[in-house]
């Protein structure tokens, strides 16, 4: 007998595979879909792929081309810079030796450059200096080698009216080996006539060595080229990769071109061997992925929870261990944290503080009102001094004792501020200490005049040698005229009148000096550069006749006139040519010149400056005695006292200048200042 249910099943099972049946079409146009989707996303992942792979040639080629026109650009501004020092060797027109030895010094600092020659306007060679890094490049051949090129070099610079450069030839050199080498030719042009040239020679594979930065050609092959792609000179090294870029940038040079070449290696992208293998690679390495960055979450966060804990009890340890007292206050000025220092600076404990709110326990009864004013005021908003305020506490037993507090707010985490946090220094020692340094101080003050009193005699008996001998000079020579015979009233006349200067300037040196012990400001004046001259010439003449020393003075005409203490100043332009004719007061020196120059100052940034200069002819400062130059009281002289140098230098820095010194050629030195031109205020 059949189950009941078997013919249900029968049916179900007919009506099932008529269901399939009708929906066959349907389910091949579904996997026909699929296919077009899988097609048109393989598609696009083969098109992302080859865009990908194009758009890294195109950026690898694209930074190709910027490095190799950085390169030549490189290599163009050194050259350019060259050129110019090269210009500065003819500047102060020298004799062949000297060329040689600066040549000499230059090719050291530019291993670019393996020869330089000075040749007149036929080309003769007048001196010629070879690189110090190699042997000589033209030791095989000699240098009538390379005749045609120099030549060829020269002919362009004169008709350019500027350095111009050779085509690039090889040079055999001594070991059987050579190298590329192009010359540039300086025309020299002394009085708007033709001087000669100069000429340099680079070596190729140097210019590609020193010329280039080498972070920006790193991982390339650079070289230069010939037309054909010979190339004459290489640096770096091929490598391995299926594909090579390559860039080229034309050098420009004044009568010749040179071709850079760079080269890139570089292994083309390669396809993942399966695209749907390859994405279902990617999803498990993501999930992966997430999960060790969940866990490395989980282990930052365990480990920034013991940090923080850790951080906590090392904040508790350091503040318990401080002897400063701190205090935290809410906004409304009630106390929410207090540390062991604080608590043992008043006597009280941390329970009999916390929550307390004004008036607080450790204020004085009698301060009461002046501090509940005060915390009104900062719990208002007003931020309290930087640098802290004093006031007066009181102790549980009641002593009272002065602290320095320094506040500043609380800000929470959110840049919100929830209170106050206060710093306390007990300074009752600091302040007996304080009284103890007062009563020191004052002992000190006295002792500190007595040594301005001592300063100020030496600096007046330094300074008042110089009238006091003008002075006398002047008398004596008064007295051999009435001695001598007579002589006119205007003779005379004009001693006394100097007599009578020099007493006057006496005067104002003691004013002056006076002044200067008290480093107040000088009274300063509007005076021509010309009359600071004239003032103390009489005084040089007289010790220069003495000493047999002629003097020169040159003054630059339509000077400015320059504001200045003029007692001052000429007291520092008498002792400058003082000290000089004094360096020239010996037996081995038979040209004794002093010179005194003023003019406008060359140094950038004081173009409205005057600048005045005393040069001498003696036999110049040793080294050990220009560390000391300045020092007061040091000096080399037998009778001198060391104090005019100092003097001289302060008076120039009062007046914003400086004093300095350099050898005078052929012999001597040369002290110079500078004082400012009146319509500089």
């Known amino acids: 007998m059949p189950h009941p249910l078997a013919g249900i099943g029968a049916s179900h099972a007919v009506n099932a595979e008529a269901f399939d ?37 195109s950026q690898v080629q694209t930074r190709l081309e910027r490095d190799a026109a950085d390169a030549v650009g490189d290599i163009r501004a050194r050259l350019i810079r060259n050129v110019q ?15 040689r030895n600066e040549a000499g010094t230059f090719l050291r600092q530019h291993r670019e450059l393996v020869r330089m020659e000075w040749r007149d306007n036929e080309l003769r060679t007048l001196s010629h200096a070879d690189t110090p890094f190699r042997s000589s490049v033209f030791a095989r051949y000699g240098r009538d080698s390379a005749h045609s090129e120099v030549l060829q070099a020269c002919r362009t610079a004169r008709r350019f009216s500027g350095p111009a450069y050779s085509s690039s030839y090889f040079v055999p050199l001594v070991d059987g080996l050579g190298m590329e080498v192009l010359e540039l030719c300086l025309p020299l042009v002394k009085a ?22 080498g972070q920006r050609v790193r991982g390339y092959e650079i070289s230069f080229t010939e037309g054909d792609g010979t190339r004459l000179a290489v640096r770096g090294t091929s490598r391995k990769g299926s594909r090579v870029f390559t860039a080229q940038q034309l050098l420009d040079l004044p009568g010749t071109t040179l071709v850079l ?21 990617a999803m498990a390495i993501a999930l992966v992925s997430i999960l060790a960055l969940l866990g490395k979450d989980m282990r930052r966060r365990l480990k920034a929870e013991r940090d923080l804990a850790d951080a906590l009890a090392f904040r508790k340890a350091m503040e318990d261990s401080l002897v400063t007292g701190l205090r935290a206050r809410d906004l409304q000025g009630h106390i929410t944290y207090v540390n062991p220092a604080f608590c ?3 006597g009280f404990s941390a329970e009999e503080l916390l929550g307390q709110s004004d008036p607080a326990p450790y204020w004085p009864p009698e301060l009461v009102d002046e501090y509940q004013k005060r915390q009104a005021i900062r719990l208002a908003g007003d931020l309290p001094p930087r640098e802290g305020f004093e006031s007066v506490f009181m102790r549980k037993d009641g002593s009272r004792f002065p602290v320095l507090i320094i506040e500043a707010p609380l800000i929470n985490a959110q840049g919100v501020q929830t209170g106050w946090m206060s710093a306390f220094l007990d300074i009752s020692e600091q302040r007996r200490v304080e009284e103890l340094s007062r009563a020191s101080h004052e002992r000190l003050q006295a002792t500190a005049r007595l040594a301005t009193v001592g300063e100020m005699a030496s600096l007046l008996s330094h300074e008042l040698n ?36 020099q ?27 010309q009359v600071l001259l004239d003032a103390i010439l009489p005084l040089i003449s007289l010790q220069a006749r003495k000493l047999s020393v002629q003097v020169k003075t040159h003054i630059e005409p339509d000077l400015p006139k320059v504001l200045c203490d003029r007692t001052m100043v000429e007291q520092v332009l008498l002792n400058l040519a003082r000290n000089g004719m004094q360096s020239m007061d010996r037996p081995d020196i038979k040209r004794r010149l002093l010179q005194l120059r003023v003019a406008r100052a060359k140094t950038p940034g004081r173009e409205h400056w005057v600048e005045f200069s005393v040069s001498d002819g003696g036999h110049g400062i ?31 820095e009062q007046h914003g200048g400086l004093l300095a010194f350099k050898p005078n050629e052929p012999q001597g030195t040369t002290f110079t200042f500078s004082l400012p031109a009146s319509g500089m205020t």
């Open 192 to 213: 708007g006539q033709p001087a000669g040239y100069l000429l340099a020679t680079y070596a190729l594979q140097e210019l590609l060595d020193d010329l280039i930065d």
């Open 261 to 281: 070449r760079m080269d890139s290696w570089r292994a083309a992208p390669d396809l993942f061997p399966n695209v749907l293998t390859a994405l279902v690679t």
């Open 85 to 99: 020092s090269l210009q500065a060797l003819q500047f102060n027109d020298p004799t062949p030796n000297a060329w």
């Open 21 to 57: 049946s009708s929906r066959i079409p349907f389910g091949r146009r579904r996997r026909f879909l699929w296919a077009s989707l899988l097609l048109l996303v393989v598609a696009l992942l083969v098109m992302l792929v080859w865009l990908a792979g194009r758009y890294e040639a």
């Open 344 to 346: 043992q600076m008043l």
């Open 503 to 529: 007493a006057e300037r006496a005067g104002k040196v003691i004013k002056s000096v006076h002044d200067f012990v008290r480093r107040r400001d000088q009274v300063r004046e509007v005076v021509a550069p």
């Open 466 to 501: 110089q009238p006091l001998a003008a002075i006398s000079g002047y008398a004596t020579g008064s007295l051999n005229m009435l001695r001598d015979g007579p002589h006119t009233t205007a003779d005379l006349s004009l001693a006394l009148r100097r007599i009578s200067e």
């Open 622 to 652: 040793t080294p050990e005695v220009e560390e000391q130059l300045f020092t007061p009281f040091f000096t080399t002289k037998a009778e001198g006292m060391g104090l005019g140098l100092s003097l001289c230098r302060t008076v120039a």
